[in-house]
């Protein structure tokens, strides 16, 4: 479905100088849009055209929706013109549009992460955070941009993902415990003292210029640090890589600001140039939601054109650097026994392959659900399979080919995300549901002939509908 178009408008703004006035204080002003998303679509971009003027002018966006942002959201144009004899003028025409939700996602992604289903599932807002910094002589309490700890939610997320692990299911912010004193040893590795937090100064300084410097001292400006982070979330992207951000909030030399930044994951992108585009983040602030995105440009003058996020404070992000630390494996809750069917026929599974069974129950068509949530089974969450003789479901090399259940223990290649479909996100499955299976390497279980293959690429093909029945 074609991006849909919310507003398109010409605005323009007059002055009368006097005819023999050398100098003009000159007119300037904002001017405020409502876009009314439709329902079931998202805000995409907009777009801003200085069609005429007269004298010194210009306009610009003072303030954008977020990318994917829905219901009424307010759009801000800058505009001024100034100097010269006679009059001064300026029209400009500003554009705006949206894309069904369905369709807003990364050009590129890291396969089989998404924060619904593989980040951390409550907010980073802990009760205390046991972990300081010392900078120089002051030692600085880590906290982020909500008062909590999302450096070690960003990186206990990344070791969970890589470990191949399923993600823990709390909900609740943990106080204490495994899981807890986890986040708070990453929060302490995400830092990576003692030089690690010259990072962030170099984009808090309040003498920081967009552009490089071109007299000594050689320095080089903001936009030069976006451009080489943006090469670099790309390039670790691409290598089917989770990325580090380190996000700066505040300008300030105060070392106790600090505290005030914030840290997420990048899992996607869609570049427009090596100076533009959006990054698709998990952030610790916004659990469950697949559309956190920054949306920036460069100019080719080094200049930040536009830096838009959750974040009206942002000023920069650059490429934090992570090592694995392998986490305890989580504890299981609520492990449900179901059986899978195609139409009227059963999935059995072996060693050798799932395949279709015209038996009508055979007991080879029973598999345990384990997961780390507890209560019903929900759409979206990742979950392993154990088959009836005890060996864990395989998509091989995260799917493409036959499906076995062969494995001993479940890492990355044994988990799946069971799914309703559509908004049903966090919906429980019921008996009788549709739902399908998608890999670690985001490919759908599907019925072939008697096989059951990992290869289907989208999840609305028949063969990759599954009954699913609790036994």
């Known amino acids: 479905m074609p991006a849909s178009t919310i507003l398109d408008t010409t605005r323009s703004h007059n002055g009368i100088r006097p005819q023999f006035s050398p100098v003009s204080a000159g007119d300037r002003g904002d001017d405020s849009f409502d876009l009314n998303i439709p329902v079931g679509h998202g805000f995409l971009a907009c777009n801003l055209e200085v069609t005429d003027g007269n004298y010194r002018q210009g306009a610009r966006f003072d303030a954008l929706p977020a990318l994917g942002s829905t219901g009424t959201q307010r759009l801000r144009v800058h505009w001024y013109f100034d100097g010269g004899l006679g009059r001064s003028f300026i029209d400009y025409h500003v554009t705006a549009a949206s894309l069904p939700l369905a369709e807003l996602v990364p050009a590129h992604k890291v396969r089989g992460f998404l924060p619904s289903s593989s980040g951390l599932h409550f907010v980073n807002s802990f009760k205390r955070v046991t972990v300081m910094l010392r900078v120089g002589q002051v030692l600085v309490p880590m906290r982020g941009a909500n008062g909590g700890a999302c450096g070690g939610m960003a990186f206990a997320t990344r070791d969970f993902f890589e470990a191949g692990f399923l993600v823990p299911g709390d909900t609740t912010t943990p106080e204490s415990g495994a899981l807890y004193d986890l986040i708070m040893t990453r929060l302490g590795d995400s830092f990576h003292l003692p030089n690690g937090p010259l990072r962030y100064a170099e984009l808090m300084n309040p003498g920081l210029k967009d552009a490089d410097a071109k007299r000594k001292p050689f320095k080089r400006g903001r936009g030069s640090i976006l451009r080489e982070a943006w090469a670099q979330l790309r390039a670790d992207i691409d290598a089917d890589r989770l990325s580090a951000v380190g996000l700066v909030l505040v300008r300030s030399r105060n070392p106790l600001q600090l505290a005030n930044n914030h840290q997420v994951l990048a899992y996607g992108y869609t570049a427009v140039s090596d100076r533009e585009g959006q990054i698709y983040l998990y952030d610790p602030n916004f659990p469950n939601d697949d559309r956190v995105v920054i949306d920036f440009r460069v100019e080719d003058d080094g200049t930040v054109s536009r830096l838009v996020s959750p974040y009206a404070t942002l000023v920069g992000f650059f ?22 069917k195609h139409g009227t026929r059963s999935i059995v599974g072996s060693t050798a392959g799932l395949g279709r069974s015209d038996a009508p129950s055979p007991p080879e068509s029973i598999y345990t659900v384990e997961r780390t949530a507890s209560g019903e089974l929900r759409s979206g969450e990742w979950v392993n399979l154990r088959a009836s003789n005890q060996r864990y479901v395989v998509a091989e090399d995260r799917g493409g080919g036959v499906v ?19 908004a049903n996100l966090g919906v429980a499955i019921s008996g009788g549901d549709l739902v399908t299976l998608r890999t670690d390497g985001d490919r759908y279980l599907a019925l072939r002939g008697f096989d059951v293959r990992a290869d289907a690429s989208a999840p609305v093909e028949a063969a990759a509908q599954f009954t699913v029945d609790f036994v």
């Open 319 to 340: 490429r934090n650097d992570y090592s694995l630390r392998t986490p305890q494996r989580p504890t299981l809750g609520s492990t449900p026994r179901i059986r899978l």
């Open 404 to 422: 076995r259940a062969d494995r001993a223990a479940p890492f990355q290649w044994e988990r799946f995300v069971v799914d309703k479909g559509g």
